[in-house]
Antibody, heavy 122, light 110 residues
Framework: EVQLVESGGGLVQPGGSLRLSCEAS????????MTWVRQAPGKGLEWVAN????????YYVDSVKGRFTISRDNAKNSLYLQMNSLRAEDTAAFYC???????????????WGQGTLVTVSS | QSALTQPRSVSGSPGQSVTISCTGT?????????VSWYRHHPGKAPKLMIY???KRPSGVPDRFSGSKSGNTASLTISGLQAEDEADYYC??????????FGTGTKVTVL
C-alpha cells in the first residue's frame, strides 16, 4: 500500500524553526517528485514547495522563499521541510504528497499524507 | 500566484448533479491542461478525483467528471450521494514547476 506519514509538527514561537518529515512506503520513492501543501485554519489548500527525484531542483511559493527549504533522503525514503523564521501566518496543517509527472507533462498529486499541524504562536 | 476562484459552497439532494467552477487566468488554468481536483474531508488526507482536466483515476466513480473552457475548469458530480459531502479543491499547474490551488468548495448533500 502506498503511504505517506508526516511528523514533526508542533507549537513554535514566531521567529523559530521547525523541521517536518514525511516517510514514504509502498512505492519507489527515489523515482518521484514530491511536494508539500499546507492549509491554514479555515482556509484553502496552498502549494508550498516541490522537489525532483534527486533533489537537484526545488521550487517554492513566493511567501516561503528564503525561509523554507525542501529536501529529501532517498536512502531513507523521506521528504523534509525545514522551516525557519516562522510567522503566525505559517500556522497550518502541512501535507506531503507524491507528484506524478509523466513524460508528456501530465502531473498531479497522489497520494497525500494525513498532515501534521504547525502552530506559530507566542 | 493568486488562488483560483471557486464558489464557497454548493448543495444538492441525493441523486441530483452539482457543478463546481474553478476560475483562473491564462497563466494557469487557461494555459495548461493540467487541472486536477481533490476531495478533502477535514482531518483526513485529500484524495485525487480528477487529473489532466477530465481524467479519472482508477477507483473513482464515473459520477465524477471534469471539463475546461478558457480560464475556467469545472467538476461535475452526478447522482449525488451522502459520501460526496466534503470540501473540493481544484489545482492547476502554473508554469515553472509551480502550482496553484482553488479557494475550495464545500459540497453539502441535502
Amino acid at each position: 500500500e502506498v503511504q505517506l506519514v508526516e511528523s514533526g509538527g508542533g507549537l513554535v514561537q514566531p521567529g523559530g524553526s521547525l523541521r517536518l518529515s514525511c516517510e514514504a512506503s509502498g512505492f519507489t520513492f527515489r523515482s518521484y517528485w514530491m511536494t508539500w501543501v499546507r492549509q491554514a485554519p479555515g482556509k484553502g489548500l496552498e502549494w508550498v514547495a516541490n522537489i525532483n527525484q534527486d533533489g537537484s531542483e526545488k521550487y517554492y511559493v513566493d511567501s516561503v522563499k528564503g525561509r523554507f527549504t525542501i529536501s529529501r533522503d532517498n536512502a531513507k525514503n523521506s521528504l523534509y521541510l525545514q522551516m525557519n523564521s516562522l510567522r503566525a501566518e505559517d500556522t497550518a496543517a502541512f501535507y506531503c504528497a507524491r507528484m506524478v509527472v509523466t513524460a508528456t507533462g501530465e502531473n498531479w498529486f497522489d497520494p497525500w499524507g494525513q498532515g501534521t499541524l504547525v502552530t506559530v504562536s507566542s | 500566484q493568486s488562488a483560483l476562484t471557486q464558489p464557497r459552497s454548493v448543495s444538492g439532494s441525493p441523486g441530483q448533479s452539482v457543478t463546481i467552477s474553478c476560475t483562473g487566468t491564462s497563466s494557469d488554468v487557461g494555459g495548461f491542461n493540467y487541472v486536477s481536483w481533490y476531495r478533502h474531508h477535514p482531518g483526513k488526507a485529500p484524495k485525487l478525483m480528477i487529473y489532466d482536466v477530465s481524467k479519472r483515476p482508477s477507483g473513482v466513480p464515473d459520477r465524477f467528471s471534469g471539463s475546461k473552457s478558457g480560464n475556467t475548469a469545472s467538476l461535475t458530480i452526478s447522482g449525488l450521494q451522502a459520501e460526496d459531502e466534503a470540501d473540493y479543491y481544484c489545482s492547476s499547474y502554473a508554469g515553472r514547476y509551480t502550482y496553484v490551488f482553488g479557494t475550495g468548495t464545500k459540497v453539502t448533500v441535502l
